[in-house]
């Protein structure tokens, strides 16, 4: 992430969240890497993802984050 090389952000934290019951935090990163690569279609995906997930897993706060991020996308 530091050497902002988002083509690896993205395939490692697909990978991850393939297997994983992510919180929402995960998909909030993939979010963020898509935006940098100005993808923003799969960022949106990614995000509402994310928002879905805080929301299932009981953190309003982050989910309120995510919403935010979405709404920033346009």
């Known amino acids: ?3 902002s090389d988002y ?3 993205v395939t490692h934290l697909t990978a991850y969240l393939e297997k994983s019951d ?6 909030r990163l993939l979010g963020q890497a898509y935006k940098n690569l100005g993808n923003l279609e799969n960022a949106r995906k990614a995000f509402q993802d994310g ?6 897993h ?4 982050m989910a309120a984050e995510i919403g ?3 709404a920033d996308l346009g």
């Open 1 to 3: 992430w530091k050497a």
């Open 51 to 56: 928002q879905r997930a805080a929301e299932r």
């Open 7 to 9: 083509p690896s952000v």
């Open 22 to 27: 992510d919180q929402g935090a995960g998909y």
């Open 68 to 70: 935010e991020l979405i």
């Open 58 to 61: 009981g953190h309003p706060t």
